[in-house]
T-cell receptor, first 114, second 112 residues
């Protein structure tokens, strides 16, 4: 149990386009979903926390207008990178948790912006 | 100072060796502690939670020292499959915030 999926697993796009990444909890209801970003050889950095039905809470330095997060249901959260630029190229990972503390991670999405 | 600090390694050890990793955290109010394992280009996977009394899961032993604000992970009888990056993870316990803070990881390479 406790499976989280992400789609797509990999995306290559041109600079200036928008990219949507989906995060789904497949066998449990996720009251909270987290979005992280990981650059090569660095640790995961939390970007934002989203609770179902409410606005996401963004970490300092993360532009909410650039990284749009929607958590419309208990099993789906989406992250949209708007007007992507090469510096946005990274490994984006979501995690989901129910009422408990354990977070279950999705397999991640590799974004390459040309 | 980083919130969660780890020696990046790499630790190169032969099969069967015992290896220990340490991690320090800055926030004394931190509530929960974990070790995650991350394989190359993959997502982190929970290895074990860390409790004040210390806990063991097979070849893995984790310990927490709240007074010194450090966490350790001991791996006995290392296997080739243990090669990965080990992430020290802390829940800082901010009100209403259950997000995790990750260390940058310690890389382990077990050699035949």
């Amino acid at each position: 149990g406790a499976v989280v999926s992400q789609h797509p697993s990999r995306v290559i796009c041109k600079s200036g386009t928008s990219v949507k990444i989906e995060c789904r909890s497949l066998d449990f209801q996720a009251t909270t979903m987290f979005w992280y970003r990981q650059f090569p050889k660095q640790s995961l950095m939390l970007m934002a926390t989203s609770n179902e039905g409410s606005k996401a809470t963004y970490e300092q330095g993360v532009e909410k207008d650039k990284f749009l997060i929607n958590h419309a249901s208990l099993t789906l959260s989406t992250l949209t990178v708007t007007s992507a630029h090469p510096e946005d190229s990274s490994f984006y990972i979501c995690s989901a948790s129910s009422l408990g503390e354990t977070q279950y991670f999705g397999p991640g999405t590799r974004l390459l912006v040309l | 100072r980083k919130e969660v600090e780890q020696d990046p390694g790499p630790f190169n050890v032969p099969e069967g060796a015992t290896v220990a990793f340490n991690c320090t955290y800055s926030n004394s109010a931190s509530q929960s502690f974990f070790w995650y394992r991350q394989d190359c280009r993959k997502e982190p996977k929970l290895l074990m939670s860390v409790y004040s009394s210390g806990n063991e899961d097979g070849r893995f032993t984790a310990q927490l020292n709240r007074a010194s604000q450090y966490i350790s992970l001991l791996i006995r009888d290392s296997k080739l499959s243990d090669s990965a990056t080990y992430l020290c993870v802390v829940n800082m316990g901010d009100t209403g915030r259950r997000a995790l803070t990750f260390g940058s990881g310690t890389r382990l390479q077990v050699q035949p």
